[in-house]
């Protein structure tokens, strides 16, 4: 047993930026019964990306070792904001943006985790009902100097920027969460490393044992120095198809490469040691270590076979100068435009080759549009919408769709 426990703790405690502490995760593991560990997520963006999902396959890692774990959606909190990392007050978001943000985060968390395995859980189930009273106790049990430890608060105190009373109150209501459920671990990226401490005092405060906290490292994005981010235009989307998905990664530095491998890959401690070894040592060239780490995320989020399909599409587009064999037929309505005749960019988006109009005219701008292999120059360009149907577009290097124009 004594064997089994440290071969879990070497798994859990690898690829982690902080652990509080891996002795009390020893003596939790010691005990023989499975482990309560939750994540917890509020669902303010409908669309995650392999840097989220860092921590869920670290939530996958605890599954996999028969613990129950817990995916908690902060349905309540996401209405007060999280302000880890912000020099802002985060607007708040509506019920029903929170909800559909909520499916289609839960969509997308099931390819990592066992769907069966998985107690899916919201926070609005305790905290919609603890009512004036409770909240005040809350607030009794933490006092402003401890909130004011917090880096973000007390450099937005000294800056004079708004902090409002409701954001005060955020970490004390995630800290609650752990109390509901009763949680042995908490997991959370490193940014989040303030919210789940403050579960601890709390837990004790209720006679439970303090949870082990443990967080996982940022991913930097295809820019190689940024946090990964949707709206930094560095994401690699769990919903990224095939072969968007491994050209993003064969974009990253070689630099990045372990990291990469280290957090996006779900593998074992001793084949991430093997890699990197390989990398060092010369016996493995960056580039094919790289095709090997894009064709392992595609595999993971679209399935066996589809990571190797990709590497030869790869080739085909980039070596050859090639259309992809399958392009993703896109139907769009007449009734979608307003005229005859619309701008381009417009067009983009509505196709989803873009997330934006704004986006789509610096495409243009950029002469990374083409229309039939022919090069689209004019950023505030009309077409024909009628016209359209058929036509292949091509957004960038990876992005590319074949129109269906309808009535």
């Not at 089994?4 to 891996?22: A, H, K, T, W, Y």
């Not at 904001?81 to 997308?108: F, W």
Request: proline share 4%.
């Amino acid at each position: 047993m004594a064997n089994d426990i440290e071969r879990q703790l070497d798994i859990f405690c690898s690829g982690i930026s902080d652990i509080v502490s891996r002795e009390e995760l020893k003596k939790k593991l010691e005990k023989g019964k499975p482990l309560r560990v939750k994540f917890g997520i509020d669902p303010t963006s409908p669309d995650i990306h392999i840097g989220h999902a860092v921590p869920l396959r670290k939530l996958k890692q605890f599954q996999d070792e028969g613990h129950t774990t817990i995916l908690l959606f902060g349905d309540f909190t996401a209405r007060v904001g999280d302000p880890s990392g912000r020099n802002v007050t985060r607007p708040q978001l509506s019920v029903d943006e929170i909800e559909k943000n909520l499916q289609t985060y839960l969509d997308q968390a099931f390819l990592v985790l066992d769907k069966d395995k998985t107690e899916v859980r919201r926070n609005s189930e305790w905290l919609e009902g603890l009512g004036i009273v409770g909240v005040m106790k809350l607030m009794g049990s933490i006092t402003v100097a401890r909130l004011l430890e917090r880096d973000d608060f007390s450099k937005r105190y000294k800056e004079g920027s708004p902090i409002s009373v409701l954001e005060f109150l955020y970490p004390l209501l995630v800290g609650f969460d752990s109390v509901a459920l009763d949680a042995d671990v908490e997991l959370g990226g490193s940014d989040q490393w303030y919210n789940l401490l403050m579960g601890r005092p709390l837990q004790e405060m209720e006679g439970q044992e303090p949870q082990v906290c443990m967080t996982t490292p940022l991913l930097e994005g295809t820019d190689g120095n940024k946090k990964m981010s949707k709206s930094l235009n560095n994401a690699i989307g769990l919903r990224d198809e095939p072969l968007d998905m491994f050209g993003k990664v064969m974009s990253i530095s070689d630099e990045l490469m372990p990291k990469y491998f280290q957090l996006a890959t779900g593998w074992m401690p001793e084949e991430i040691k093997k890699i990197n070894a390989d990398l060092a040592s010369g016996s493995l060239a960056p580039v094919d270590a790289k095709k090997l780490l894009g064709r392992t995320i595609v595999d993971l989020y679209h399935g066996e076979g589809a990571g190797e399909k990709a590497v030869e599409e790869f080739a085909q587009v980039f070596s050859k100068g090639s259309r992809p064999s399958e392009i993703d037929e896109v139907t769009l309505s007449l009734a979608d435009f307003e005229g005859e005749f619309e701008c381009l960019a417009r067009v983009l988006n509505a196709a989803g080759l873009v997330p934006s109009n704004k986006e789509g005219v610096r495409m243009i701008e950029q002469g990374a549009v083409r229309v039939e292999d022919e090069l689209f120059d004019d950023p505030h360009g009309e077409v024909g919408v009628a016209e359209m149907d058929g036509k292949v577009i091509q957004v960038g290097k990876r992005r590319w769709a074949k129109l269906k124009i309808i009535d």
